[in-house]
Nanobody
Framework: QVQLVESGGGLVQAGDSLRLSCAASGLTFSSVAMGWFRQIPGKDRDFVIFISQSGGSTVSADSVKGRFTISRDNAKNTVYLQMNSLKPEDTAVYYC????????????????????WGQGTQVTVSS
């Protein structure tokens, strides 16, 4: 059974940092590209950041550029989202997602490309 489990969310103050983790099981982790998305009630799920299968390529949304970074440890089947200089507008439920693709140079930023999702973890940033 393919499963993604996020952890690390919580309540922080503006300017703080937080690291989310996403542990994968039931799939060949080194062959999947990974992304993080976020969603607030009543809105679409928005792309945050992406990392390729090898970890050599990343791309992020303009809203988080310079503040958020993504990394992965293929030996631990885990992807991380490091969030620095958090702002109240970063408040959302954060989801990790996996896309099984043989294309290692494609950057997947559309949620429709992803075939497996975690359950989400709440991040709340107070002002």
């Amino acid at each position: 059974q393919v499963q993604l489990v996020e952890s690390g969310g919580g309540l922080v103050q503006a300017g703080d940092s937080l690291r989310l983790s996403c542990a994968a099981s039931g799939l060949t982790f080194s062959s999947v590209a990974m992304g993080w998305f976020r969603q607030i009630p009543g809105k679409d799920r928005d792309f945050v950041i992406f990392i390729s299968q090898s970890g050599g390529s990343t791309v992020s949304a303009d809203s988080v550029k310079g503040r958020f970074t993504i990394s992965r440890d293929n030996a631990k089947n885990t992807v991380y989202l490091q969030m620095n200089s958090l702002k109240p507008e970063d408040t959302a439920v954060y989801y990790c997602a996996a896309v099984r693709s043989r294309y290692t140079s494609t950057m997947y930023t559309n949620s429709r490309d992803y075939d497996t999702w975690g359950q989400g973890t709440q991040v709340t940033v107070s002002s």
